[in-house]
């Protein structure tokens, strides 16, 4: 597209949370990005709400990107997740849904402004000529045009003194990883990153059964998905409190399991008998299938055709996803029954998108002549990596720089015990870094009951950055009301 202005809906509202209310402004419009070292310019989409009447410079400002290889817009994490407006699951039938629209009280909004981005050829977002969409396919192109427009953003509004945050979901944090790198680079380090469902690069969906010391290989996250989901229905562990049968799977998997696992590939080999035992002990699954794990992993590495039978529940609608019913996993964002999983009780992404446009234009009073792009995933380079050297170096470079991973019990994608495993690595500072985990699937915001707990963490995690000694030391959170941390000696 040619040069665009940068004309922006600007509408002004009040939101209610803990008791108070608040005055905010929405701006939804367009920046141009402004190349810094010689790249492509994109017009980029965006909505900002932020916090009227308050000291700016001391106020983050927190930007928010979907993954998906680059591929999702930031609608998810803005109208389903954290802005001070939220759509709702569905009131009406699967035939004629209602998704009611209205305040939410877990917005973030009261600790930071808050900024949704598209990436260019997503959404609104679209390359200016000569450029071309494809310009920005590469993790490398796609991270410049957000640290162009971040710097942008921040001088526009005249909040250069303001504390940045960046909020990347699933693919997104590899994404918040190299920006972070750039945004070092150039005199604006963040100051905090929350990764949500992080992708890692390490130890994560192709739990790869095979032997190699010079990579992260482990299929260790699966065992903890399959003992949290049977506990969840009740399988296993009957008596005993979520959070302490899921403390005792993890301490058993990182102490026994992953040690032993690592010198079964290596040496090609099965697991000892007492460990089969446990293992289906923990999990519910036949112990004649462990008996092959890990040289032979795919007995237990699909949902669909595995876990379920496995497991003894009832799969007999696997097919009728759409319709918000059925007692198959609903898909690798969520290993729970269709029934069970929120993003069924919302609409699927092409109708999403269509709502979310309308919301635009009835609420924020923003309308575009251009349909609201659907995500597609970008086939450019760097898009699979492992990020935990990347963040070696940001922590490096940065020392205020602290990290906040959330994570579902129930996310095939991007498995809790991996992003617990990654952030654990001896090169990241341990007492930057906090790791946490909630009921829920990959978009684990979505969870009505973990929506207040992991707000919290976020305020406590927004709270230690405005402290006076930038140092917080990691901390434990009760695991019954707002997650639980993990973090390996």
């Known amino acids: 597209m040619p040069p665009v202005k940068e004309a922006a809906a600007v509408v002004h509202r009040q939101w209610t949370t803990q008791g108070k209310t608040l005055s905010y402004t929405t701006t939804t419009g367009h920046l141009t990005t402004q190349p810094l070292t010689g790249g492509n310019a994109a017009s980029m ?4 709400y932020t916090l009227n009447g308050e000291q700016t410079a001391q106020r983050p400002v927190t930007f928010f990107f979907n993954g998906s290889i680059g591929g999702i817009p930031a609608v998810f994490l803005n109208i389903l997740g954290w802005a001070p407006i939220r759509m ?16 939410s009280p877990d917005s973030l909004l009261d600790k930071s402004d808050l900024v949704f981005i598209d990436p260019p050829g997503i959404g609104f977002s679209e390359a200016i000529a000569p450029a071309k969409n494809r310009d920005f396919n590469s993790l490398d192109s796609d991270a410049s045009a957000f640290r162009d427009f971040i710097s942008h953003y921040m001088a526009v509004n005249h909040r250069t003194d303001s504390p940045v945050y960046l909020y990347g979901e699933s693919d997104g944090a590899g994404r918040a990883a190299v920006l972070t790198r750039k945004l070092n680079a150039i005199g604006m380090p963040p100051a905090g990153a929350i990764l949500n469902s992080p992708a890692t690069g390490r130890y994560e969906i192709s739990c790869t059964p095979k032997y190699d010391p010079e990579r992260f290989y482990s299929c260790a996250a699966r065992v903890l998905m399959a003992a949290a989901v049977s506990h969840y229905y009740g399988l296993v562990g009957k008596g005993i409190p979520q959070s302490q049968f899921m403390n ?3 301490k058993f998997t990182h102490d026994v399991y992953l040690p032993q696992e690592a010198e079964a ?8 008998d007492e460990t089969i035992t446990r293992l289906a002990e923990y999990t519910g699954f036949d112990k004649k299938q462990w008996q092959k794990v890990p040289v032979y992993w795919d ?4 949902p669909v055709d595995k876990w379920i039978s496995l497991a003894h529940l009832d799969c007999t609608d696997f097919n009728n996803r759409n319709e918000g019913t059925g007692d198959c996993p609903s898909t690798g964002y969520d290993w729970r029954k269709i029934q069970d999983e929120p993003s ?10 269509r709502y979310a446009q309308n919301i635009y234009a009835s609420l924020l009073g923003y309308s575009s002549v251009s349909d609201y792009a659907l995500g597609t995933q970008k086939s450019g380079e760097g898009w699979r990596f492992d990020t935990v050297p990347v963040w070696a170096d940001a922590m490096k470079d940065n020392k205020k720089l602290r990290i906040l991973t959330i994570s579902g019990y129930y996310d095939e994608m991007a498995p809790f015990y991996s992003a617990m495993l990654a952030f654990s690595d001896k090169s990241l500072d341990a007492s930057r870094i906090w790791t946490t985990v ?3 699937g990959h978009q684990t915001y979505l969870t009505e009951q973990s929506r207040p707990g992991i707000r919290a963490v976020i305020d406590r995690f927004y709270d230690a950055g405005a402290a006076a000694n930038s140092n917080h030391k990691f901390f434990q959170i009760p695991f019954e009301s707002a997650g639980v941390t993990f973090r390996s000696e």
Request: aromatic share 10%; hydrophobic share 40%.
């Open 45 to 48: 989409f965006y909505v900002a």
């Open 88 to 103: 709702r699951a569905n009131t009406g039938t699967p035939a004629h849904p209602v998704y009611p629209v209205g305040p």
């Open 248 to 250: 005792d799977v993890m």
């Open 265 to 272: 590939l290596k040496k090609q080999t099965l697991l000892p």
């Open 299 to 302: 007995v237990v590495a699909s």
């Open 344 to 353: 069924a009780h919302l609409p699927q992404m092409k109708n999403l998108y």
């Open 438 to 440: 909630f009921e829920g």
